[in-house]
Every structure is written in structure tokens, then in C-alpha cells.
């Protein structure tokens, strides 16, 4: 099977093994939601597919996006790299027909001999219609990667500048920048971040489930973050607690603890139009050493109470259905993905209006 015929079956909704089994059956079109989906939501399938003979590339934006429109998702978030004009815009036009989004993702310029790189993928993006494009600005999490406050400090400064590099290209070409909350800076540290910055073209792809492994409550968080929305990472989550904290998984949108409803709602009254992508993973649950030194060593001011809000979150929200992937095998590992994706979709759609 080429890419074409590949593409062929995804549109027709074909249940061949290359495809989500789950929620494509010959005849069956799902019920369409505007959830976008994130391409972290589909590594199994991806990994699925690259090993087939001949391999396809299911991140490849096209096919992405086709894939995404056979679920009944409304668009998608993805890398789009550098793409000839024509190309961009054929797939811009596929995303229209299909009455899709595209959000892009992005590396913000590491330093001035990286302008020109980033501004080569803004251009792909504003020649695609992407409605935003996807950022981190600090590696990894901040109670994981960094040994001491002044270490995270630098590479906070680092990611500042970045951002200082890539305001005026986003603004020339008038694509949002969306910095997501990556378990990196607390809510007070952002926002105060974006007010330095001080451009209409750089805010948050808000992630609701993040910043809880930061202390922080996910309501708060989106309040904090909803005035400069320029995505959103909508995401569930189901706690637990062990010997050094918490564990923190992502489960499907309903089955968590986070207040969804009132999220979106939140959201879509301070940026009506701003979009809503699944990011999923599909994977075991993340470990919040909240109780341990090490995740304290960049936190040397944080209250209390703080700590005592979010351990009483996780006492009162815990939950046993937090999934292991790991302990499955390859083809149970997809079967959870598909169905993670499935359920999230119909509860976005048919619950909270997506």
C-alpha cells in the first residue's frame, strides 16, 4: 500500500489493518467534533504505520489531517516544517474542504543564526492558514531537568530571548505564537512573561492538565492564561498518590478530575474563537515527587498551603483507573490509543459542545 492509497482508505473510512479499527468501519463517518487533535495523541498508530511495507508517514500534515478528518476531528496540530508555497496551499485548501483547522508546531530561534530557520516555518505556516502556531520556551519539567533555581533561571532567560527573536516574524506575518504551559513556569511567572514581551502575536496554548504538577489548580490556571489564549491543549486527568507524591495520568476527557465545563467555558468567553486540540498521550502515569527534596529546589518560595491544596485535590480525586501501557502489548497499546481518542472525542462533542 503507497501513500495515496493510504490516504484513499483514511478518507473512505475503510477498515483495513492500517487503520483505527476502532472507529472506522466501511460506511461508518463519525459524528464530527471541532476537537482538534494533537499529533502526541497517536504514536501507537504512528509507529504502527511507519513499520508497514511500505511504511506511510502518518505526520505527514496531508495525511494527518485526513486521518483526522475520518475520527471526526475538526483540525489538527502538527509539525509543518518548511513547505513550498504550493504545497502550502494545497494544504490549506484540503483543510477548508474538509471545514478543518490547522495549528502548527514549532521551535522558537535558539539565537539570531536561527531567525531565519523559524521564520521559514512561519511563513509555511501562514501560507497553510494555520490559526496558531505551538511552542515550548524551557526543556523539559522544571522539578525533573533542573538541579538548582539558578539553573532554571538561565535557561528561563534563555527562553525570553528566544521569544524577544521571534515576536517581530510572528507579528510580521501575523501567525499567533501559542507558548505552551509545560510544566515550566507557574502562572504568575507567565503572565508576567507575556506582559514583557508585550505583542498581541505572542500568548498561551493553554494546557488545562499541566500545571497541577506545578501545585496549581487547573481552573486558576485557565483563568491566569485565558486572556492570552491563542490555543488550547484540552486534556483530562486522574490522580493517585505514592510514597514521594502523586502520580498524574492522562485518561479520557470525562474520566478525570479536572472541571472541563467549566474550563471550556472559561476559555471560550474570553477568546470565542480559539481552538480546542486533544493532547492525549497515551502512556503510563507521570510521577509528581511533590514529597521529595529535588522538586523543591527550584521552588524555594512556594506556600504551604499550595502543597496542602493539591495533595487534598489528590486525596479527594483518586482514582483507580489510571492506565499502564506499558505492561500491554503493541496491539492492545493501539487498541487503548484508539479508544482514548474515541471517548474523548464523543464526550467533547456531546458534553461539552465541542
Same mark, same amino acid.
Given at each position: 500500500? @503507497?501513500r495515496? %492509497?493510504?490516504?484513499r482508505?483514511i478518507?473512505?473510512? $475503510?477498515? #483495513?489493518?492500517?487503520?483505527? =479499527?476502532?472507529?472506522a468501519? &466501511?460506511?461508518d463517518?463519525?459524528?464530527a467534533?471541532?476537537?482538534g487533535?494533537v499529533?502526541?495523541?497517536?504514536?501507537?498508530?504512528?509507529k504502527?504505520l511507519s513499520s508497514? $511495507?511500505?511504511p506511510?508517514?502518518?505526520?505527514e500534515p496531508?495525511?494527518?489531517?485526513? +486521518?483526522c478528518?475520518?475520527?471526526g476531528?475538526?483540525g489538527? *496540530?502538527?509539525?509543518?516544517?518548511?513547505?513550498?508555497s504550493?504545497?502550502?496551499?494545497?494544504?490549506r485548501?484540503q483543510?477548508?474542504?474538509?471545514?478543518?483547522?490547522?495549528e502548527?508546531? #514549532? =521551535?522558537v530561534?535558539n539565537?539570531?543564526?536561527d531567525?531565519?530557520r523559524?521564520? &521559514? %516555518?512561519i511563513?509555511?505556516a501562514? &501560507?497553510?492558514g494555520?490559526?496558531?502556531?505551538r511552542t515550548?520556551?524551557?526543556?523539559?519539567?522544571r522539578?525533573?531537568?533542573?538541579?538548582s533555581? &539558578?539553573?532554571?533561571?538561565? !535557561?528561563?532567560?534563555r527562553?525570553?530571548k528566544?521569544?524577544?527573536?521571534?515576536?517581530?516574524?510572528?507579528?510580521?506575518?501575523?501567525?499567533?505564537?501559542?507558548v505552551?504551559?509545560?510544566k515550566? +513556569?507557574r @502562572? %504568575?511567572?507567565?503572565?508576567?512573561?507575556f506582559?514583557q514581551?508585550? =505583542?498581541?502575536? #505572542?500568548?498561551?496554548?493553554v494546557?488545562?492538565?499541566?500545571?497541577?504538577a506545578?501545585l496549581?489548580?487547573p481552573v486558576e490556571?485557565?483563568?491566569?492564561?485565558?486572556p492570552?489564549?491563542h490555543?488550547? +491543549?484540552?486534556?483530562d486527568q486522574?490522580?493517585q498518590m505514592y510514597?514521594?507524591?502523586f502520580? /498524574?495520568?492522562?485518561i479520557?476527557?470525562g474520566?478525570? !478530575?479536572i472541571?472541563?465545563?467549566?474550563?471550556?467555558?472559561?476559555?471560550q $468567553?474570553a477568546?470565542p474563537h480559539?481552538?480546542?486540540?486533544?493532547?492525549?498521550?497515551t502512556?503510563?502515569?507521570?510521577?509528581?515527587?511533590?514529597?521529595?527534596?529535588k522538586?523543591?529546589?527550584?521552588f524555594p518560595?512556594?506556600p504551604a498551603s499550595d502543597?496542602?491544596s493539591t495533595l487534598?485535590?489528590?486525596?479527594?480525586? $483518586?482514582?483507580d483507573?489510571l *492506565?499502564y501501557?506499558?505492561?500491554?502489548?503493541?496491539?492492545?497499546?493501539?487498541?487503548?490509543?484508539d479508544? @482514548?481518542?474515541r471517548?474523548? /472525542?464523543d464526550?467533547a462533542?456531546? %458534553?461539552?459542545?465541542?
Open positions: 500500500m @503507497n495515496r %492509497e493510504a490516504l482508505l478518507a473512505a473510512g $475503510t477498515s #483495513v489493518s492500517l487503520l483505527p =479499527s476502532a472507529f468501519t &466501511a460506511g463517518n463519525p459524528v467534533s471541532g476537537l487533535l499529533i502526541y495523541c497517536c504514536q501507537f498508530r504512528s504502527m508497514a $511495507t511500505p506511510v508517514d502518518l505526520f496531508s495525511t494527518f489531517l485526513e +486521518h478528518k475520518s475520527l476531528a475538526g489538527m *496540530q502538527n509539525r509543518l516544517g518548511v513547505m513550498g504550493s504545497e502550502a496551499l494545497k494544504l485548501k483543510a477548508e474542504a474538509n471545514v478543518q483547522y490547522i502548527a508546531i #514549532v =521551535s530561534p539565537d539570531m543564526s531567525v531565519e523559524f521564520e &521559514a %516555518e511563513k509555511t501562514a &501560507a497553510a494555520a490559526k496558531a502556531v515550548t520556551i524551557i526543556p523539559g519539567r522539578y525533573e531537568t533542573f538541579d533555581l &539558578a539553573m532554571f533561571r538561565e !535557561f528561563e532567560a527562553g525570553r528566544s521569544l524577544e527573536l521571534a515576536a517581530p516574524i510572528v507579528e510580521r506575518h501575523r501567525v499567533p505564537l501559542a505552551e504551559n509545560h515550566d +513556569h @502562572n %504568575e511567572e507567565r503572565v508576567e512573561l506582559k514581551i508585550s =505583542s498581541e502575536f #505572542v500568548g498561551a496554548c494546557d488545562t492538565g499541566n500545571s497541577f506545578l496549581e489548580d490556571t485557565v483563568k491566569a492564561l485565558a492570552w489564549a490555543s488550547v +491543549h484540552l486534556k486522574a490522580v510514597d514521594d507524591g502520580l /498524574l495520568a492522562d479520557p476527557l474520566q478525570g !478530575f472541571d472541563l465545563k467549566q474550563i471550556v467555558e472559561i476559555l $468567553t477568546k480559539v481552538r480546542f486540540s486533544l493532547e492525549l498521550i502512556r503510563d502515569p507521570l510521577k509528581v515527587p511533590v514529597l521529595s527534596d522538586y523543591w529546589t527550584t518560595d512556594l502543597l496542602a487534598k485535590t489528590v486525596r479527594d480525586g $483518586t482514582t483507573n *492506565q501501557v506499558s505492561r500491554l502489548a503493541p496491539e492492545q497499546q493501539l487498541a487503548q490509543e479508544a @482514548n481518542i471517548e474523548s /472525542l464526550y462533542r456531546d %458534553e461539552l459542545g465541542l
